[in-house]
């Protein structure tokens, strides 16, 4: 027995957003735009791009900051608006740094390892909040702190790597060299992604504020 589904209207999802979830999409704007630029200068071998990159993420975390005031602001959260914070930041914060890194020089095949790690840590520390808010809210309670680092933190990863373009520190200049295992490249500086991503999806409590 087959069941008639009603006809989606046009626009129906934009005529739900909320003012807050304009600034989400504002965020995963920036992080979007900051991928571009990294391509265009794996393209051009232009440093500005680097450093436009950098910009934008910068600008993504103005954006996620503004839209959970806006929320609070106005006390009109939703599911969506959630799950479109969540994308935004996993575009932002998680793939548009390891994209930076990539197209600063983290291009061997560990580089890649780590890099793929460092979203994938991102991912799951999202998902695991969105949880807890989850089967809080249902208490009625509030979130009172996060396990783990906070994902937008990878913004000092973003600021490193621009200091690192500053000093003309890219690609075979990049910092603490590279090292070859069983003939694949290792930029020991991609480490500080392991480490990021590690914190993320730690049992570190952090006090929401």
Known sequence: MTTHRPPVKPLSIIREFQLADWFTLGNAICGTGAIFSTMTHLQTDEVNHIYFASLLVFAALVFDVLDGRIARWRQKASAMGRELDSLADVISFGVAPAMIGYGCGMQGLYDR???????????????RYNITTEELSDGGEK???????PIPTSLLLVFLLAAAASCGALHQNLWFGEVSIAGFKLHPLVLTFALSGSLMISRIRIVKI
């Open 113 to 127: 390892i780590v890099l793929a790690y460092f979203v994938a840590c991102g991912v799951s520390r999202l998902a």
């Open 143 to 149: 979130v009172k702190y996060f396990e783990g680092t």
